[in-house]
Every structure is written in structure tokens, then in C-alpha cells.
């Protein structure tokens, strides 16, 4: 199966917009990329996911790469409750299985 | 509503204890999930089933026994477990349509296993 790599943390300053990257250099053509975040005592939460193309919501854009080999998740102006572990996590095709990361530990001072 | 009920949240049992987690959503979803969590660490996957059926089984060793009795509930029995299965023990649903699994899983709060 294919597998993410992420930074282990990152810092960012409240109100400020936040770039978590992620590779993914052995993605197959149907895995999606799918990003979860993590409070403390809580399940995993969505954020995004996409297939080929950037993909904006309410909480976060994603940026994939042209090869699809690194994507970025992007939060437009962190807040203190922003504060999370975030997964980027390959979904293989339409089959439900989701590999995860060892996800970046983002911390936000105020 | 949009929850994934798990209970209990927390549970103590000792090695020849036999004991389930229980799982519910009124989603309607078809697909449902069990994910395992060691401290500081992402959950892998145990168990995906799909219309009340197993489809994925991540070679889970058979102290652990899934169950699907209908399209709202997920069971996990829990039969001599070890201490090294202390961990969170995730439940996750989602939809199902004709190609498959779309969408995002919708994660519980989770059940915290400690063997004794």
C-alpha cells in the first residue's frame, strides 16, 4: 500500500495562514487524498480530500501537485481550536480503506 | 444526526474476560469501520464491512470478533485479549454508493481498552 510522509510538528501564529505538506510519491491513479485532524481525547475529524484537482471548503483548500506525488493542506487563518494532530491519509480507490499518516502535530500561539 | 455513538467510553477487563464495545449511527450509512489507536500514535484499520457484510479484515487476530447485526450497529467482542490490546479502540462510518465507498468517514469518540 501506498504511504504519506509528514513533518512531525509545526508552529504557527493565531490568525496567520498555515501550510501543512505531505508526499505521497508511491500514489496509485484511484487513491485519494484524504486529510483528518485529531484533538486530544477525540475521534478524527474531516477536513478535506480530493482526487486531481484543488479542492476548497469551509475549514481548508488542498493543494495536490501536478503528479500527484505531495499535496498540501492549507489553513487560511489558524485559530487557538485549529490546534490538532492532522492526518494525510490515502483512501485506496472506493474501497473505504484509509492508510494513515503519522500526522503533524500543529501548534498555534495566540 | 450526524454522531457515531460509542460505549462504553472507557473499559478495564482482565485477560479471560469476554467483553464487547458497541457502536451506532442513524446515518444510514452502509459502511462501517473499526480502527485501533496506540498512544501517539494514527489508527489502523482492523475491520471495514460494507452492507452488513466483512469485506476488509486487516489479519486481526481472532481474539477479536466483529459482528454487524444490522445496518445502525458495529459490535467488537473481545475475548483474552492481552495487555499489549490496551488502546483506543475507533468506530467510523460512511457512505456506500454504487462505485463504492465516497466521501469521508464519520469518526466516534472512541472506547479506551486497558487489559489487565
Known amino acids: 500500500d501506498a504511504k504519506t510522509t509528514q513533518p512531525n510538528s509545526m508552529e504557527s501564529n493565531e490568525e496567520e495562514p498555515v501550510h501543512l505538506p505531505c508526499n505521497h510519491s508511491t500514489i496509485s491513479g484511484t487513491d485519494y487524498i484524504h486529510w483528518y485532524r485529531q484533538l486530544p481525547s477525540q475521534g478524527p475529524e474531516y477536513v478535506i480530500h480530493g482526487l486531481t484537482s484543488n479542492v476548497n471548503n469551509r475549514m481548508a483548500s488542498l493543494a495536490i501537485a501536478e503528479d500527484r506525488k505531495s499535496s498540501t493542506l492549507i489553513l487560511h487563518r489558524a485559530t487557538l481550536r485549529d490546534a490538532a494532530v492532522y492526518y494525510c491519509?490515502?483512501?485506496?480507490?472506493?474501497?473505504?480503506?484509509?492508510?494513515f499518516g503519522q500526522g503533524t502535530t500543529l501548534q498555534v500561539k495566540p | 444526526d450526524t454522531e457515531v455513538t460509542q460505549t462504553p467510553k472507557h473499559l478495564v477487563m482482565g485477560m479471560t474476560n469476554k467483553k464487547s464495545l458497541k457502536c451506532e449511527q442513524h446515518m444510514g450509512h452502509r459502511a462501517m469501520y473499526w480502527y485501533k489507536q496506540k498512544a501517539k500514535k494514527p489508527p489502523e484499520l482492523m475491520f471495514v464491512y460494507s452492507y452488513e457484510k466483512l469485506s476488509i479484515n486487516e489479519s486481526v487476530p481472532s481474539r477479536f470478533s466483529p459482528e454487524c447485526p444490522n445496518s445502525s450497529l458495529l459490535n467488537l467482542h473481545l475475548h483474552a485479549l492481552q495487555p499489549e490490546d490496551s488502546a483506543l479502540y475507533l468506530c467510523?462510518?460512511?457512505?456506500?454508493?454504487?462505485?463504492?465507498?465516497?466521501?469521508?468517514?464519520?469518526f466516534g469518540e472512541g472506547s479506551r481498552l486497558t487489559v489487565l
Open positions: 491519509i490515502l483512501r485506496l480507490g472506493n474501497t473505504g480503506k484509509l492508510i
Open positions: 467510523a462510518s460512511s457512505q456506500v454508493r454504487l462505485q463504492g465507498v465516497t466521501g469521508e468517514l464519520f
